[in-house]
């Protein structure tokens, strides 16, 4: 025989016995069935999402069991908190021959332009220069200064004016670019650029306080940046 | 007819109970009608309930509303929320998550929300964060706590008001973005000494749903020392090349600093997510309950209608068959 499960029973359903006004009823079962639908596929859903790989669940909570346990035993009433990597699926271990693609990560506050996509060459702004990053380079974490970053797929390169920010790049061939603003190069007014750049060199030399004086440095640099990525 | 008389005047002229708590003064206030009833003042306690019925639908309107406007502010910061969930994982993929770390200087950021009405999730955040302070505690040791939002502040306040270094209220009067955050990270990062930030905040899984959530963020210091420990995640950093103009220390500072600034958005995104999941539901429930007491006054009040005609109707026909015999 097959056991079908009972639906949760909640409170306010008890007293649909004594009130005989239908529309009442009504008007309370789709909220509550919406609800239920929720819990049930929140549940299943976050089962499937937060554990992807099996065979990694041992690594991924043996940094969270030792503050699971030491919470247990301090607090024990209170269910531990979650840590961020019970919400992240775990990365790859590194392989043992380089792998042929690149997976980017590019991420800004509003929203995530690429996300796991496997890619030839990223070529990224650091403080240092352009650097460009192809699958088997080495681990790296590089601080980005407002230039041209460009990620080639096989022939199609897309290219983003990003401010700063920072780029990790992992021994697995995955790379992670966290930038603050990305445009793409054909959004940017040349002449808004230009007027940025003469106003911000005017108030570069007009500065008085240390402050305004790094401001307006920014300032240039990112104009500066902005005119060479629009021209070169 | 007096009787008529007297219950027509009645009606004009019984004021109006303003009933500030109807969920409460309900019940212990429909016994005395119902002994009014037999005490022979009918027509007032029908007016009683009629005036608890009509604050009581009013309070029914009002929260089936405000459960409107959670619900469409509810989608608007969903989408942002869940866009800003990528921010925080390449941070955790680098530095791993360290909610274990054993440090002298623990600052407890505890985000929460500025107004109520929404349900536990405020409490919960408080609940934790005293947790924490509890588990970090030790010889040696000292927890701060850093407040964003009122209500943490009202319960923090308390009871340790000496442990609370800033507090940060009105953080949604304009919409959330990244430029705020980073200001008030800035803030926090320059007015507060650490060793480890713990944010703690509600993670939105669902509308009915909300996680407490711990994320921390580690000084620049202990990132060096626990590489140097080579203890699990943090003891690959140190194969990381480091490209930066600057010496190594500069760039795992600017980097720790980053860090902060990503996850408080994330974390602040996702409390006001939750914030006003939690108010949605905890309205739709206000307002069923609502619904539920107007049924059972309506009752009563036909009820105590039904009661006095019949009275009225008992004196008259035993007053008619006392004239006739």
Redesign the interface.
């Known amino acids: 025989m097959i056991q079908i499960p009972k639906p949760i029973t909640l409170p306010?359903f008890k007293?649909a016995a004594?009130?005989t006004?239908n529309l009442?009823q009504r008007?309370?079962s789709p909220?509550t069935m919406f609800?239920r639908f929720?819990?049930r596929?929140?549940t299943t859903t976050?089962r499937s999402w937060r554990r992807p790989f099996s065979t990694d669940l041992s690594a991924e909570t043996?940094?969270?069991s030792?503050?699971v346990e030491?919470?247990r035993k301090?607090?024990p009433n209170?269910?531990p908190?979650?840590?961020?990597?019970a919400?992240?699926a775990t990365?790859p271990s590194t392989p043992s021959s380089i792998p042929s693609k690149l997976t980017v990560?590019f991420?800004?506050?509003?929203?995530?332009q690429l996300?796991a996509k496997e890619v030839d060459m990223v070529i990224i702004p650091?403080?240092?220069g352009q650097?460009g990053v192809l699958p088997g380079h080495?681990?790296?974490?590089?601080?980005l200064k407002p230039g041209v970053l460009s990620v080639h797929e096989g022939n199609d390169t897309t290219k983003y004016f990003v401010s700063g920010?920072?780029a990790?790049v992992?021994?697995n061939s995955?790379a992670?670019i966290?930038a603050?603003e990305a445009v793409p190069l054909d959004r940017i007014d040349p002449n808004l650029v230009q007027k940025g750049l003469t106003d911000f060199t005017q108030k570069l030399s007009t500065a008085s306080t240390d402050v305004e004086k790094a401001e307006a440095q920014i300032g240039v640099d990112v104009h500066s940046a902005l005119n060479a990525a629009l021209t070169g | 007819m007096a009787m008529a008389a007297l219950r027509r005047e009645g009606r004009r002229f019984a004021t109006p109970l303003i009933s500030p708590n109807p969920a409460i003064a309900l019940r212990s206030s429909i016994i005395p009608s119902q002994e009014q009833v037999s005490s022979g003042v009918r027509c007032i306690s029908t007016q009683i309930v009629r005036n608890r019925m009509k604050s009581v639908k009013n309070i029914q309107k009002i929260t089936k509303a405000m459960k409107m406007v959670a619900a469409s502010k509810l989608r608007a910061i969903q989408t942002?929320a869940e866009?800003?969930?990528?921010?925080?994982?390449?941070?955790?993929?680098?530095l791993?998550?360290?909610?274990?770390v054993d440090v002298k200087k623990n600052v407890i950021v505890t985000i929460s929300a500025d107004k109520g009405l929404c349900g536990g999730i405020n409490s919960t955040s408080v609940?934790?964060s005293r947790?924490l302070h509890?588990?970090n505690s030790g010889p040696e040791k000292e927890n701060k706590y850093v407040v964003l939002g009122e209500k943490a502040k009202a319960q923090l306040v308390r009871d340790s008001k000496k442990d609370i270094e800033l507090i940060m209220t009105e953080l949604q009067k304009n919409p959330l973005n990244?430029t705020q955050v980073s200001v008030m990270a800035d803030d926090i990062l320059k007015n507060v000494e650490f060793d480890a930030l713990r944010i703690?905040f509600n993670?939105f899984?669902?509308?009915?749903?909300f996680?407490?959530?711990?994320?921390?963020v580690l000084s620049p210091e202990v990132v060096e020392r626990e590489a140097a420990e080579s203890g699990?995640?943090l003891g690959?950093l140190d194969?990381?090349?480091?490209?930066?103009?600057e010496t190594k220390s500069e760039?795992l500072q600017?980097?720790a600093e980053?860090q902060f600034s990503?996850v408080m958005?994330n974390a602040v995104l996702e409390n006001a997510t939750s914030e006003q999941g939690a108010r949605m539901?905890a309205m739709?429930s206000s307002s069923?309950?609502a619904?539920?007491m107007l049924?059972r006054l309506t009752?009563t009040y036909n009820r105590t209608r039904q009661a006095s005609i019949t009275t009225e109707l008992i004196e008259i026909i035993s007053g008619a068959s006392a004239l006739e015999g």
């Open positions: 306010h007293l004594k009130t006004n009442s008007l309370q909220p609800r929720l819990c596929a929140s976050m043996s940094a969270d030792k503050f030491a919470w301090a607090i209170v269910e908190p979650k840590t961020p990597s919400f992240m990365r990560n991420v800004l506050p509003y929203s995530s996300s650091a403080t240092t650097m080495v681990a790296t974490i590089a601080e920010g920072f990790f992992h021994a995955f992670d966290i603050i | 942002r866009n800003s969930r990528g921010l925080w994982q390449p941070f955790t993929a680098l791993g998550d360290s909610a274990s609940k934790i947790a509890k588990l990244y703690v993670k899984q669902s509308v009915v749903s996680l407490p959530t711990v994320s921390t699990g995640k690959e194969l990381y090349e480091v490209e930066g103009a760039v600017n980097l980053f990503c958005f539901s739709d069923r309950n619904g539920d049924d009752l």
